[in-house]
């Protein structure tokens, strides 16, 4: 049982967690969800969701699976050194980390993308970019996969993503059966990006 | 300002929930969301989303839009009575009442649904149609409206008709240009049901 640590932070963008946590949570027998925080206090959203977190420096066990969300808060949060900090020293000991949207701007923001291929949401892909010019951006792509780093274009694309995940670790066949049990229609092939330019 | 009221209970599906939301969510001018629950407790599911609830007999605002999600707790949920109470009582009085996925067996079970045209997931559909022989149930049908009452395949279909419900009442631009923020590929068409049969 791997944990997939979800780190969240206020005004994160709602589908980008809970896309991804819909796929996971089909893999009962693999995958267990935590959401976490700095603080470990209640996070909330604009559209009124609120999560009871966990304070990610005191977890008591690996984070196996490290997933950043995006979201407007990512625009306060790439400033806020604590929770890079977090991102840095989570991702370091992760044997994956996934984002979404542009959860991959906090992350290149760590340093831990640089040299990396990735792409983030094609709505806010210039910002994306400024958060650092050592990570190798890729402009058209539902989502990129580089080593153990896995990320995605805006929200939904996260859902297809998580699914190409499971596909590269269970096969194929699982992931379109996930996919099938949420009746929804994967997109698998991680080149064709209907949303670029 | 309407409100949506989302009705949770325990093993409710998350995606059933957090799709619709993040739809709703991209029109704060229109809509502000709410999460109830029979008792005002915190309702969790096996995908360890927990969630803070208000208690739905205790509404201080009249519900406008009345959602309600599906998945496995529905099974349990469907033989509590004061939750179908609820549901007829809060759905009388609501303008309009969203089903995803086995939501609608729920809403079926409380005699709301009655003579309507409705449908729901399509691997559960032996036993949503279980729920009440007085519904009209369609079995190829992405969704279904039907007066006030719209109902949904199963889980990611929730995001297709909330989005069909936004093009209903503010046109289709508008929910189109909800579908490219959120990267999403709307299905428009709720006769085009790719997980029938």
Redesign the interface.
Known sequence: MEQVGILLFNDF???D???P??V??RF?EHY????YSLAGA?ISN???????TLPVNERTRPIDILLIPGGIGTRTAINDEALINAIRTTGTNATFILTVCTGAALLAKSGLLDNRRATS???AFDWARSSSYKVNWISKARWMQDGRFYTS?????G?DMTLGFIADRHGTAAAEAAA??????W?PDRTND??AD
């Open positions: 963008e709602t589908l967690v809970y896309g946590v819909e996971f949570g009962p267990y969800l935590s959401f209640v604009r559209h009124n969701v609120s999560v009871n949401n094609k709505r274009s805006g929200v939904s694309a859902i099938a049990q949420i009746e929804y229609l997109n209907p949303f």
